[in-house]
């Protein structure tokens, strides 16, 4: 069973358009990130939820927006795609605080093509 | 704010030879957690070591091993009888001890094993 898991694995849309990324865990972990990875490989967190409570959310356009319904699911929503938001997206989840040890699992990642 | 630093962006080592990769990082905390993760060309990310930042002894995973120095701030990634399958890219990263898991992660090391 996949631990981590996103959907979709690919994604291609044109610039302005409106696109959700979800992440599903079955870990039972209470954390749940989004990273971003560019093209250079460098990966940046973007979000963070504790049991479907925000508690990281870096330096990120508003054009980003994270959803938690469940403690198990966190998508990414994003509106009005630009270029520059081409890039893997990785979601992550990891037990809370550092009881786990702080290691995160991660999803296959979606890689985002704006056009 | 933490910084984590991987000083080789490229590494090439013959199968079944050793090779080391080097990080290093700033911080003012003194309890924390090291990691060591690996990102192959499926592009999955997978946790290779810890290391708590308390404990004097190395963590050793198998072929794996670490060289922890605290005071240095050093963390650098040992890989023995390297293999064509530890070809990737390697990300060293840091979480504070009482953080909710926030990771400051290094710009990466892409490693290649050659036959």
């Known amino acids: 069973d996949t631990a981590v898991s996103q959907t979709p694995k690919y994604l291609v849309t044109q610039m302005g358009n409106d696109k959700s990324i979800k992440c599903e865990q079955n870990?039972?972990?209470?954390?749940m990130y989004w990273y971003k990875q560019d093209s250079k490989k460098f990966l940046k967190i973007m979000f963070s939820y504790n049991n479907k409570e925000l508690i990281i959310n870096e330096t990120v356009p508003n054009r980003f927006s994270p959803k938690s319904p469940d403690k198990a699911h966190l998508n990414l929503h994003i509106n009005s795609l630009e270029l520059g938001d081409s890039a893997v997206y990785f979601c992550?989840?990891?037990?809370?605080?550092?009881?786990?040890?702080?290691?995160?699992?991660f999803g296959p990642g979606t890689r985002l093509t704006v056009l | 704010a933490q910084t984590v630093t991987q000083s080789q962006p490229e590494m090439s080592v013959q199968e079944a030879e050793t090779v080391t990769l080097s990080c290093t990082y700033d911080?003012?905390?003194?309890?924390?957690?090291l990691f060591w993760y690996k990102q192959p060309p499926s592009r999955q990310m997978i946790l290779v070591i810890r290391?708590?930042?308390?404990?004097?002894q190395n963590a050793t995973e198998n072929r794996f091993s670490v060289n922890f120095q605290k005071a240095a701030k050093s963390f650098s990634l040992k890989i023995s009888d390297s293999q064509l399958g530890d070809t990737a890219m390697y990300f060293c990263a840091f979480m504070k001890h009482t953080n909710a898991g926030k990771s400051t992660f290094g710009d990466g090391t892409t490693l290649t094993v050659k036959p």
């Open positions: 290391q708590e930042a308390y404990k004097q």
């Open positions: 992550a989840s990891s037990r809370a605080g550092t009881s786990g040890g702080g290691e995160q699992f």
């Open positions: 911080t003012s905390e003194s309890n924390y957690y």
């Open positions: 870990l039972g972990h209470d954390t």
